[in-house]
């Protein structure tokens, strides 16, 4: 069984930082695609930072683009999201997901796997 467990989230002033990570347990960071996906308060969820193996792409949003950076550890099957400058406008409940490497990375619906969220609240 799948499993992925986040953490990292919390209360941040803006222009602070944080660092999300994604433990994964049951799933090798072999061939895969991650993403980084958030929901706002009656938003729709929308994919921050995603990442394939397959082609190597990286894919950033418009609004975060600059500012934050998906990483991984491949040994420990971990994935992180470094957030710089954060902004009142990043605060949602984040989540990250996994799947294949062949997947449109930013189509959440193509994910097979997904954590729990972590909030992120950026506010002075």
């Known amino acids: 069984e799948v499993q992925l467990v986040e953490s990292g989230g919390g209360l941040v002033q803006p222009g602070g930082s944080l660092r999300l990570s994604c433990a994964a347990s049951?799933?090798?960071?072999?061939?895969?695609?991650i993403g980084w996906f958030r929901q706002a308060p009656g938003m729709e969820r929308e994919g921050v930072v995603c990442?394939?193996?397959?082609?190597?792409?990286?894919y950033y949003s418009d609004s975060v683009k600059g500012r934050f950076t998906i990483s991984t550890d491949n040994a420990k099957n971990t994935a992180f999201l470094q957030m710089n400058s954060l902004k009142p406008e990043d605060t949602a409940v984040y989540y990250c997901?996994?799947?294949?490497?062949?997947?449109?990375?930013?189509?959440?619906?193509?994910?097979?796997?997904w954590g729990q969220g972590t909030q992120v609240t950026v506010s002075s």
């Open positions: 990442f394939s193996s397959g082609s190597g792409d990286t």
């Open positions: 997901a996994l799947g294949s490497a062949q997947i449109p990375v930013t189509y959440s619906e193509y994910y097979d796997y």
């Open positions: 049951g799933f090798t960071f072999d061939d895969y695609a």
